[in-house]
């Protein structure tokens, strides 16, 4: 089996700890990107109406561009995200309901300019059908991962 190491980057900080750890560990890697791409006025958190806030607080899907080929190879999977509203963005969630995660062990690592990891992964196991959640945390660097 193999692993692979998937990730949403709003601003360069989690796809750079994502690159680093997925050639340390020699894993597979797989940006997670939204259809329609965020623009900075879509992630200024600080404004109630950003689209960022908007999805987070409606629980909307957010449809994802690109599909993973052969993901039943992987057994374990490394997903990183930054915050946003205490939990990942739902660009993650609509990620994670596109796969089966039957017999997987699920990393998350998230970015955050001061929110801790909270109940991200309680929210994010009902995306994960099938998955278990091994760790969760918040990372500054890649050798925290």
């Not at 052969?70 to 939990?87: E, S």
């Not at 995660?101 to 059908?129: M, R, V, Y």
């Amino acid at each position: 089996m193999a692993t692979l190491v998937t990730y949403f980057s709003a601003q360069g900080k989690t796809a750079q700890i994502a690159k680093d750890y997925a050639e340390q560990i020699g894993a597979d890697i797989f940006e997670i990107c939204p259809e329609e791409p965020y623009s900075d006025a879509d992630i200024k958190f600080m404004n109630p109406v950003a689209r960022c806030n908007r999805e987070q607080i409606g629980n909307k899907e957010v449809p994802v561009s690109g599909k993973i080929e052969n993901f039943g190879q992987y057994d374990t999977v490394y997903i990183g995200f930054p915050i946003w509203y205490g939990q990942a963005p739902r660009v993650i969630h609509t990620f994670c309901k596109g796969y089966d995660w039957t017999d997987k062990s699920i990393h998350l690592f998230a970015t955050s300019g001061g929110s801790g990891i909270g109940k991200t992964a309680e929210k994010l196991e009902p995306s994960i059908s099938g998955g278990t959640i091994a760790e969760a945390k918040v990372v500054k660097s890649v050798s925290e991962i």
